[in-house]
Structure formats: C-alpha cells, structure tokens
C-alpha cells in the first residue's frame, strides 16, 4: 500500500544496524540520504532507535563483574545506550531533525523539522514498545522494523537449517513463536508485549533488513518488498 504524500512514516531502527561493531558510517549516510528524499517529496519521518549491540554488551559487562544486577539496573543500560544511539542520528540528520530526541513516546509531540527522532523512555519498556506507544500517540498504523534479518523465521535460522521464512503472519500466529515474557537484552524480531499492544491497535508492523535501503524504498513507494509483514 503507498503511503499519502504527507504521512508520517514510522523507521523502527535496530541498534545493531547503527553499531554493529563500530559505527556504521555508510548506514548512516544511505538512512539520511533516502530520508531526505522523501522529505523532498512531502513526507514526514518518526525514527525510533534502538540500543542493539551495544546495549547487550554493556549488559553482559555488568552481568560479568556483579553477576546479581538488577532487572531495573540493566533496564537503564539499555535506555542509555538507545539514547546515544538515537543522538547520533539525530545529528546526521542535521537541519531535518525536531531539535531534541524525544524519550517519552506518549508525551504530545510538537514537531518543528520533519524528522522526530525517539530513543527508549523507562525501565520495563523495550524500544519495541517505545514504538508501538509512539504509533498509537501520532495516529500511525504502519511500523517499517527496521533489522539485519530479512524475514521472520518459523524458528531460529541460527539454530534450526530448515527454518522456513514468513513472508506474511498475523499477530495471533506471530505470538505463537514467541517467548512469552520480555526481559533486558532479549534478541526477538518483535518483542512480545509490544507485540500484544500492537495487535490490539491493529497496527501492521513490516520486518526487514535495513541495510537494503533499496528494498525499504519500495516499501516507502508501495512496490513490493522484501520482508515479513504482521497484521491482525
């Protein structure tokens, strides 16, 4: 489906795609590139960003040195680490970006630049749920998750040879696979309460590799794409 020219598209962007090891210039340079044209073209964008690589090393040094620390201490690495994460972006995204990171998505938002970037909000919510929240708050339906995976998978690709990819799932069959409760640092295509409330908005959430900018091109231009997409 093509998106009217003056929605607000909705990039969930996986920290990992941000600091996969190092910074990844060239990710960053291609993001505000096809940001910046479509903004030329009338669109409006809400990037969520998560903490991803960084977040779950910082967990795991904590872990290693003070085996006992707790779910509300690795909460705020996670936060801390979506937060630089998200600053980072905002800065290349220079003169198109709302002048602050916005950290609490239910907060009413008055955007002056068509870029609005969100890093995490509080302890027990995941960047998935941030998003899921910041959906609901702008009236959006639509969330391009943004990964380093090109689909879903039945089970762990990682794990399993004959995982099958699913191009197309609802909420209740996507929950299915999933774990049941969300916990710090879980590596999930969608977490499972965001997943829950994203399900009860009627939101579609579209799963795929950010790093194929050309195949998040057809997705903004409403041409067929590569991923998995979740509906109710």
Partial sequence: MLFMKSETILLSVGGSLVVPDGVDIAFLKNLRLLVA???RNGKRFA???G???TCRTYQDAARAVMPKTSQLELDWIGIRSTELNAYLVKVIMDELAHHEVISNPTKKIRLDKPVAVVAGWKPGCSTDMDTVLLA???GIKRIANLTNIDFVYDKDPRIHTDAKPLRDITWKAFRAILP???KPGLHSPF???ASKLAQKLGLTVAIMNGNDFANLNKYITGKPFVGT???S
């Fill in 229 to 231: 997409v979740i509906h």
């Fill in 51 to 53: 903490g991803g690589s």
């Fill in 191 to 193: 977490d499972p309460v």
């Fill in 47 to 49: 990037v969520s960003v």
């Fill in 136 to 138: 609901k708050n702008l």
């Fill in 180 to 182: 049941p409760q969300w």
């Fill in 37 to 39: 044209r479509h903004i």
